[in-house]
């Protein structure tokens, strides 16, 4: 048992309020790594991408209905953003996609317009104010 002096300090013990006494070996040393049942470890890519159960094609839509891509291991880019890139080329640096009809999940490229993100603050404003 630990016991403490007025003063807040320890008081002078056989281990001076430490839980272990210096210079013991820990019980892991030298061990790499515990395999305490290998034929059931996760393995390496073992359910990852294409390989995993759940696996959906790689499209995931999130609570916006923004519909995102699997773009390789931890990587997902926006569908609407490959669409226009692959039919229109380079999106300008500091330029947005924007869905002419409001529908997130509609993809076509006649649906795809990149504006800038003052256009984008502007037709916002004015979609706002019509639902008050």
């Known amino acids: 048992m630990i016991r403490r002096k007025e003063d807040g300090t320890f008081a002078q013990g056989t281990n001076s309020g430490k839980r272990f006494k210096k210079g013991g070996t820990p019980w892991n040393k030298g061990l790499k790594k515990i395999h305490l049942s290998p034929e059931t470890e996760f393995q390496e890519d073992q359910h990852v991408g ?5 696996w959906k094609g790689g499209v995931q839509t999130n609570k916006n209905d923004c519909v995102y891509l699997w773009a390789g291991k931890n990587n997902r880019i926006r569908r609407a953003r490959k669409v226009y890139e692959d039919t229109y080329g380079e999106i300008p640096r500091g330029y947005v996609i924007y869905h002419i009809d ?8 006649s649906n795809l317009e990149a504006i800038s993100r003052a256009e984008l603050v502007k037709r916002n404003a004015s979609k706002n104010s019509k639902r008050k």
């Open 50 to 54: 294409e390989n995993h159960p759940n």
């Open 102 to 109: 409001g529908d997130n999940s509609n993809d076509h490229p």
